[in-house]
């Protein structure tokens, strides 16, 4: 099995953060988030939601499980070797690591960067759960195919290389997106940094078509795309601006179809920003989640306070948001508080079914 067995030290529950925070080794937690993670257990605040350096957290509501999985950027502690690790919660509170899902040594076509992955959860006619990790490593872009959540995965190879950047454009082969769309039955894969192009998976959801590739770039974009279908409505979400700078924002732009064009909110295209009098500090590079009960909540990370400059130490929050009667998406106030009230969530995956 390609797992690490947890302790209770990766548990994160309102009882015992204080206590994992300032026992966690320096590769766990560094510098100053020592500091912000105890404050905000000391107040009893619930972002971060675990105790850990991590950013570009990617989320997975299984139906299998009836448990929300995080996928963040981001080692285990005293890790000596990198790759992807999960957290796991059944209420949206309490978290657990669950060790790795994929490690530097089940990679063999490349070796660093590991980056922003993304996960697909696709029940197949023979009734059995698999899982498509879509990843970036050395700035190109692998998936690995598993059938649970945790893993273990089997690493198919890459899927985009620098040979398909759009021509004429800058920027690196970065941060995958998968979207299942529910009107066509069609899977799209997004991808870039500076730059955003989308294709359609084919069938085994491993490869692309390369014939169906096209550059959709928005204004403002940079990095960190996630897309999703509400109302007839197609909506692309992105992130502005370098991760490192205080001004990491989110901006929204919706189309009537998934591979645009899509046009940005006109009243309040940026939905998620800094909030500087309460230390919060370039919030981006998020996941939404939408449960069948009517409640929305937006994960993200953001920035280590206080910021050293430059410094791309960041910390996985969670907070809840609206649409507006017009179907935008209100601006999204982040928070130290988080989410409090924990959520019956396999109560819900089961409505699913």
């Not at 940079?222 to 007839?232: A, D, I, K, L, S």
């Not at 409505?233 to 899509?262: H, I, M, R």
């Not at 939905?271 to 909540?297: D, V």
């Given at each position: 099995m390609n797992r690490f067995e947890p302790t209770n030290l990766y548990k994160s529950t309102r009882r015992n953060f204080l206590k994992v925070a300032l026992c966690a080794s320096t590769s766990f937690l560094i510098g100053d988030s020592i500091t912000s993670a105890a404050y905000s257990a000391e107040k009893n605040f619930h972002n971060p939601i675990f105790p850990a350096i991590a950013a570009d957290p990617e989320v997975l509501f299984s139906q299998k499980t009836g448990r929300v999985y995080i996928y963040p950027t981001g080692n285990l502690p005293g890790a000596k070797e990198p790759g992807f690790t999960v957290w796991s919660s059944d209420n949206l509170v309490d978290w657990q690591c669950e060790g790795y899902v994929l490690r530097k040594s089940d990679i063999h076509w490349e070796n660093c960067k590991f980056w922003a992955p993304s996960i697909l959860e696709r029940k197949g006619d023979d009734g059995v759960y698999r899982y498509y990790f879509y990843y970036c490593a050395n700035e190109k872009i692998g998936v690995a195919v598993g059938e649970d959540p945790v893993g273990p995965f089997v690493d198919v190879g890459e899927i985009i290389g620098h040979d398909l950047r759009p021509q004429g454009r800058g920027g690196v082969e970065i941060d995958p997106f998968v979207f299942a769309d529910p009107v066509s039955g069609k899977t799209y894969l997004y991808w870039g940094n500076s730059y955003l192009c989308v294709a359609e998976l084919d069938a085994s959801?491993?490869?692309?078509?390369?014939?169906?590739?096209?550059?959709?770039?928005?204004?403002?974009?940079?990095?960190?795309?996630?897309?999703?279908?509400?109302?007839?409505?197609?909506?692309?979400?992105?992130?502005?601006?370098?991760?490192?700078?205080?001004?990491?924002?989110?901006?929204?732009?919706?189309?009537?179809?998934?591979?645009?064009?899509?046009?940005?909110?006109?009243?309040?295209?940026?939905?998620?920003?800094?909030?500087?009098?309460?230390?919060?500090?370039?919030?981006?590079?998020?996941?939404?989640?939408?449960?069948?009960?009517?409640?929305?909540?937006?994960?993200?990370?953001?920035l280590v306070v206080p910021h050293k400059d430059q410094s791309y130490s960041r910390q996985v929050c969670l907070d809840r948001f609206e649409f507006a009667t017009d179907g935008s998406i209100m601006p999204i106030e982040p928070t130290h508080e988080g989410i409090s009230k924990p959520v019956d969530l396999k109560s819900l995956a089961s409505s699913l079914q």
């Open positions: 959801l491993t490869a692309i078509k390369k014939e169906t590739i096209r550059d959709i770039t928005p204004e403002n974009f940079f990095e960190g795309t996630y897309v999703f279908y509400r109302n007839g409505q197609y909506y692309l979400t992105w992130s502005k601006n370098p991760t490192w700078d205080p001004n990491y924002e989110v901006w929204c732009a919706t189309s009537n179809s998934p591979l645009g064009p899509f046009t940005r909110q006109e009243k309040t295209p940026v939905i998620l920003s800094k909030r500087p009098e309460k230390n919060i500090l370039g919030p981006g590079h998020h996941s939404f989640l939408f449960l069948p009960n009517g409640e929305n909540y937006i994960f993200y990370h953001r």
